[in-house]
C-alpha cells in the first residue's frame, strides 16, 4: 500500500518519535517533552483532517458532510480529553475559550490579511456566514451564561455542574439542527466550500483503506502525544513562568488548530474566502456545540467533574471574538485591514492572558 502524499507540514513528524525519546530518555526535561509533543500534534492533526475528508468523498455528501463535521476537531477532543483525564480542568476550559478566540480572530485574521494583501477586497456568501455567525453567537451565549451566573451577586456553587450538563445537552441538540441545516435544508450554501475543499484541500483521493489506516494511525498518535502533552504542563509553565490558562488558551489552542490555520491561509491566498470563513467559523461552533458539552459528559464518566463557569476574561475574550466576526462578516467582504485588525485583537486578548 503506497503511503499518502506527505504536505511541508508533515515534515513535523519527526517530533513523534523525539517526543517519545524526549518522554522516557530525559524525563527532567518537561520543557523538551512539552515543546515536542506540542509540535508533534500539528501534523498528526493535520493527517487526521485529511483522512477525514478522503473519507468524507468517498461516502457521499451526507454522510461525508457529517463525518468532516463530526472529526474536524477530533484532535481538540482528544487533548481535552487527556487534559480531563489528568484533572487540568482550568487548562480544558481555557482550551476552548482559545480554540473559540484562536479560530476566529487568529485564523480568519491571517487568512483576510494574506488574501488581501493582493487585492481591494474578497467576497464570500454573506447568507452562509450570517447563519454560521448566528448559531455562533448563541452557543457563545450558552457558554457564557453559566460564568454569569456564577459571578453574580448570588452565586450557587453546589449547581454549577448541573446546570452545565443541562446547557451541555442544549448544545449537544442544537449541533444536531445546525448538522441538519448545513447538510439537509440548506446544503445548497455550503455546495462550495465542500467542493472546494475536495478539490484543493486533500489532493489526490485516497482509497477507502487507506484513509482508515491513516485516521486510526493518526488517532492513536494523537492520544499518546496528548497524554505526553498534559504531563508536561506542569513543569513547563513552572519553568517558562506560564499560568495554566495562558497555556490552554494559547498554546494549547493553537497546536489543536494549527491545520486548519494553514488550510484557510491558503485557501484566502487563492481567493477562495468561502472555505477561509467557513473554517475558521465552523471549527468555532464545533468547539462550542460539540466539543466542550461532550468534555462536560465526559467528566462525569471519568469522576472528573467539570463545569462551564469560564473566568471574567475568557468571558471578554469570547464574546469580543464573536461581535467581531460577526461585524466582519456580515457585509459578505473582507479587506487586508480587517484581518489585521483581528490579530490585532487577538494579540491583545493573548497579552491579557499572559498578564492574568
Not at 448570588?154 to 448544545?171: G, Q, T, Y
Amino acid at each position: 500500500m503506497k503511503l499518502p502524499r506527505l504536505s511541508p507540514l508533515d515534515a513535523l513528524l519527526v517530533c513523534v518519535p523525539a517526543t517519545l525519546a524526549a518522554r522516557w530518555i530525559w524525563p527532567d526535561r518537561p520543557v523538551l517533552s512539552f515543546a515536542s509533543s506540542c509540535l508533534a500534534v500539528v501534523p498528526l492533526a493535520g493527517l487526521m483532517g485529511r483522512a477525514t475528508e478522503a473519507l468524507a468523498a468517498r461516502v457521499g455528501t451526507a454522510v461525508g458532510g457529517f463525518l468532516s463535521a463530526t472529526f474536524g476537531n477530533a484532535a481538540e477532543l482528544i487533548l481535552g480529553l487527556a487534559a480531563l483525564r489528568a484533572g487540568e480542568l482550568a487548562v480544558v476550559k481555557a482550551s476552548i475559550t482559545g480554540a473559540i478566540v484562536g479560530n476566529l480572530l487568529l485564523v480568519f485574521g491571517a487568512a483576510a490579511f494574506a488574501g488581501g494583501l493582493r487585492r481591494e477586497k474578497q467576497t464570500f456568501n454573506a447568507t452562509a456566514a450570517g447563519a454560521g455567525v448566528a448559531t455562533l453567537f448563541l452557543a457563545s451565549v450558552a457558554l457564557l451564561v453559566p460564568a454569569l451566573l456564577h459571578h453574580g451577586a448570588d452565586p450557587h456553587p453546589e449547581k454549577r455542574v448541573p446546570f452545565s450538563v443541562a446547557i451541555s445537552l442544549v448544545l449537544l441538540a442544537t449541533y444536531a439542527l445546525s448538522l441538519r441545516f448545513s447538510l439537509g435544508t440548506h446544503a445548497h450554501l455550503y455546495d462550495v466550500e465542500v467542493d472546494e475543499a475536495a478539490a484543493g484541500v486533500s489532493g489526490p483521493r485516497w482509497s477507502v483503506r487507506r484513509a482508515l489506516g491513516v485516521l486510526v494511525g493518526a488517532t492513536v498518535a494523537v492520544a499518546v502525544m496528548s497524554e505526553i502533552l498534559v504531563g508536561s504542563i506542569e513543569g513547563a509553565a513552572h519553568a517558562l513562568g506560564l499560568s495554566r490558562v495562558f497555556v490552554g488558551v494559547v498554546v494549547v489552542a493553537i497546536v489543536g488548530n494549527a491545520a486548519e490555520h494553514s488550510t484557510a491561509v491558503l485557501m484566502a491566498l487563492r481567493d477562495r474566502m468561502d472555505l477561509a470563513l467557513h473554517i475558521a467559523v465552523e471549527s468555532s461552533k464545533q468547539v462550542a456545540l460539540l466539543v466542550a458539552p461532550a468534555l462536560v459528559l465526559a467528566g462525569l464518566a471519568l469522576g472528573r467533574p467539570m463545569d462551564l463557569v469560564f473566568t471574567p476574561l475568557e468571558v471578554v475574550a469570547v464574546g469580543a471574538a464573536t461581535g467581531a466576526i460577526i461585524l466582519v462578516a456580515l457585509d459578505g467582504e473582507s479587506n487586508w485591514l480587517e484581518g489585521a485588525m483581528l490579530v490585532a485583537v487577538y494579540a491583545v486578548l493573548g497579552v491579557a492572558f499572559y498578564f492574568a
